[in-house]
């Protein structure tokens, strides 16, 4: 048997990049097993120091402060298992069983998305709206009726719970305001009681999930109206040929039918029956849906409609408000 090469944290670091595009894999000695199944990927290069972080259980300073450190036999086999795992498909995210949102920390698994950084715009946008609407009372303007107590947020789809834990931690109660009653729904079991984990691991635990797809589980009485109705629902077009590189993710929380919109125009169509006059619709989308998610808003009489861009500058969260006037 042939002895394992030792290697150090400097020579990893040196070489993460031709690493994460499989340039050295016999100069480092990582041996990926044949199979049927292997697809030979590239992968982001910070996956492969995040990932010998995970490994080593140290922080990121480690990589600055002990380039010759040499990884343990159980180490660097584990370390060479990941690398493995990372370049046939597997996120680093699923590998480690977390991932960063909003600066929080979020569990993920196999059965729920892994949050991703242009999902921020989503939450971003809802609390500007928030924010904007409390502060028109300092201008001399009365509480919409959308903000009257008790406030509300619905989070549809919430997988993870990403958007709703972010948003019901920003709106904490401070300086005497009051708290929001956020509400997450998600027709996955498994999902939920990852986002349950989640909440509890934020500190907001009073985030209350249910179990339903889409709408069906909730009341259509009035008083259990939401202020604020928000969602990044699955929105892929089901024969995208992008998604031959999404292979460990759920895919039925990336796809939908009628060109990945059939999710939106449910959630569109369903929004005046739960929200307040006035109140807040904000929808994650496609790249290359702006322009007909729009129109769905407006076919349902939202007003205000409007399509923010993502962090690459791509159409990507469209919003609109439910109008104050009856259909």
Known sequence: MSKVQKM????????SQQLAYGALKSDLDIKIPPSDDTVDRSMPPFWITDWLLHVLNQPRS???????YELTDSERAQFDAGVTQMRQGIPLAYLT??????????KVNKHT???????EVLVEQVLEWIQAQTASTTSGKSLPK?????????DLGTGSGCIAISLAYELQPKNNSEAWQVVALDVSKQALAVAKQNAIHNQVPEVRFIQSSWYEALSSDDALSF?????????????????????????????????????????????PKYLKA????????????????RDIFL?????AVQTIQDYGGNERVTLGQMSLAPN
């Open 113 to 119: 998305l892994i949050p991703r950084p242009d999902t």
């Open 62 to 68: 480690f990589l600055f402060t002990d380039d010759n």
């Open 299 to 303: 076919q349902k009489g939202f007003e």
């Open 97 to 106: 069983g977390h991932q960063e949102f909003w600066s929080l920390d979020f």
């Open 278 to 293: 006035g109140g807040l619709l904000a929808v994650e989308h496609g790249y290359d849906q702006g322009s007909v998610v």
């Open 227 to 271: 202020d604020v109705i928000v969602s990044n629902p699955p929105y892929i077009d089901e024969q995208d040929e992008h998604l031959t590189s999404l292979i460990a993710e759920p895919i039925s929380a990336l796809t939908a039918p009628d060109s990945g919109l059939a999710d939106i125009t449910q959630i569109v169509k369903g929004a």
């Open 8 to 15: 150090t944290v400097g020579q990893i670091k040196q070489r």
């Open 146 to 154: 959308c903000l009257s107590h008790p406030k509300r947020l619905l």
